[in-house]
């Protein structure tokens, strides 16, 4: 073998590489959306009060649907907060009930503890 014949072989290789990359990282990248969309977030209108109340107590921490475009993060208790938040209780629409208690939300201290000032 002759000097050019082994850099020709090398720049093959190192274009060949080059190209694997770039296919992997654009395949990397078109998938992402797949995982993201196949991860639904539960609706809370579609399940009975104690289904929601349940999720939300195995997970600890969720954002779930509470019909149409809206949604919130719901929580199981103050350790799922950050240190400088309290929590509030959390009443959502269910199937069979249209105030149910599932959890509670994260929310900053302020002046309004009972929730009257607007």
Avoid at 49 to 76: H, I
Wanted: proline share 6%; aromatic share 8%; hydrophobic share 30%.
């Amino acid at each position: 073998m002759n000097e050019h014949s082994l850099k020709t072989s090398g720049e093959r290789s190192g274009h060949l590489m080059l190209k694997y990359s770039f296919a992997l990282a654009i395949l990397c990248v078109a998938g992402m959306p797949l995982v993201a969309s196949s991860q639904e977030r539960p609706s809370t209108p579609d399940m009975t009060c104690r289904q929601a109340k349940s999720v939300l107590s195995s997970r600890g921490a969720l954002v779930m649907g509470t019909g149409g475009f809206t949604y919130d993060r719901f929580v199981r208790d103050r350790s799922f907060c950050d240190p400088t938040q309290v929590t509030s209780n959390a009443f959502v629409p269910t199937r069979d009930n249209p105030e149910c208690l599932v959890g509670y939300r994260c929310i900053d201290p302020g002046r309004d503890w009972f929730g009257d000032d607007e």
